[in-house]
């Protein structure tokens, strides 16, 4: 008798479906028999503007040591980061994409035994981490959107050795302002780790807002999680971090792969930490694109979740999937979110003017092809 090799997995790992990111325009391309040029991606939450002209300086200039392995304690890059956000050396903890920190977390301190809280509509590698691991995960319902923080505190128990909050929050784009994030902070029992998810930090502007790295002081069982795939441009280097006390950067260090984060990365977010202007038309980009798709919403009448991020959740109906082939066909790529329990919404990734009046043009056209549309 043939062998089962899925039945082999563990338990949780069985239970699992691969993660589906957005679809790469190759890919689309392939199926439809679209010129690749003509394509445009709106679905992955990447930067338009293209990468920085230092961090492509430093990447290129990396390449001449493909031979050598990277350095496995990423001097460098640490010492920036300590520079930039004035913290220690040994707070820091270097990952392959965020992902890569969130899931060496969820490994040093959650286990079988454990309960892990996160909110319903929320990232959706926190409850894979969690599966995999075996640990028992508690969808915390949402309240508009996002996280209800009064009901995530309230169901931490005896057994929760973490909560994953993501601030702003990936799909939905919502954000608690920094007195909600420590008011949560405050009703957390001290030997229940938070993991506060700022991927999409470098896109909030003022003091209303929470950083997490300010709060690390006061709050000894919080680790701040943070990218350079967002803001910063490096989607493809895979370069995120987390900052902790330095005892728990000591676990997680213990945990981390050996050079987990490669030399090309480790050069190229070097680099652009010193690109304030490349970040500054990071936001600008940003911040007027959402409010060009928000305003060709309302033009269409169609309901939208407001977002801190640099993505956007539109509701489209009944019809999302069919819509979501349909902008396929127009050589638009946005991201289907029914996996987070949002069947009639759409994530639109925030593009370069022209490719969000595109993306709106192919909307339109779609919803009246639908028959929502006039």
Not at 169 to 181: E, K, Q
Request: aromatic share 8%; net charge negative.
């Amino acid at each position: 008798m043939a062998v089962n090799y899925q039945s082999l997995a563990v338990k949780g790992v069985q239970a699992l479906s691969p993660y589906q990111p957005g679809k790469p325009i190759e890919e689309l391309a392939r199926e439809l028999g679209l010129n690749p040029a003509e394509i445009i991606k709106l679905a992955s939450n990447e930067n338009p503007l293209g990468p920085s002209k230092l961090a492509l300086a430093a990447a290129r200039k990396a390449l001449d040591e493909l031979c050598l392995y990277p350095d496995g304690n990423g001097f460098d890059l640490k010492q920036a980061l300590a520079n930039r956000f004035g913290v220690a050396m040994n707070q820091i903890t270097l990952g392959n994409g965020s992902n890569d920190v969130l899931e060496v977390i969820a490994r040093c301190f959650a286990d079988s035994d454990s309960e892990v809280v996160f909110s319903q509509y929320a990232f959706a590698v926190y409850p894979i981490v969690t599966q995999a691991i075996g640990a028992r995960g508690i969808a915390v319902p949402a309240k508009e959107w996002g996280h209800d923080l009064d009901a995530m505190s309230a169901a931490i128990t005896e057994r929760t050795k973490l909560v994953f909050v993501a601030n702003p929050n990936n799909p939905t784009g919502t954000v608690h302002r920094a007195d909600a994030i420590e008011a949560f902070l405050d009703r957390v029992p001290e030997q229940v780790l938070v993991v506060l998810d700022e991927a999409y930090c470098e896109y909030l502007t003022g003091e209303e807002y929470p950083d997490g790295i300010k709060l690390l002081g006061r709050y000894p069982n919080l680790i701040v999680c943070r990218t350079f795939s967002k803001a910063w441009g490096l989607a493809a280097l895979r370069v995120g971090y987390s900052l902790s006390s330095p005892e728990i950067a000591d676990v997680l260090n213990r945990v981390r792969q050996p050079f987990n984060v490669d030399s090309v990365a480790l050069a190229a977010a070097t680099a652009v930490l010193n690109d304030e202007a490349y970040l500054n038309r990071s936001r600008e980009v940003n911040t007027a694109g959402l409010r060009q798709l928000a305003d060709g919403f309302d033009r269409m009448g169609l309901p939208y979740i407001p977002s801190a991020g640099n993505f956007i959740a539109v509701e489209v109906g009944e019809r999302a999937a069919g819509i979501y082939q349909s902008l396929l066909a127009h050589g638009v790529i946005v991201r289907p979110v029914a996996g987070y329990g949002m069947p009639r919404h759409l994530r639109v990734s925030v593009g370069l003017p022209e490719e969000n009046e595109r993306f709106l043009d192919a909307l339109a056209q779609s919803l009246v092809a639908a028959g929502q549309g006039g």
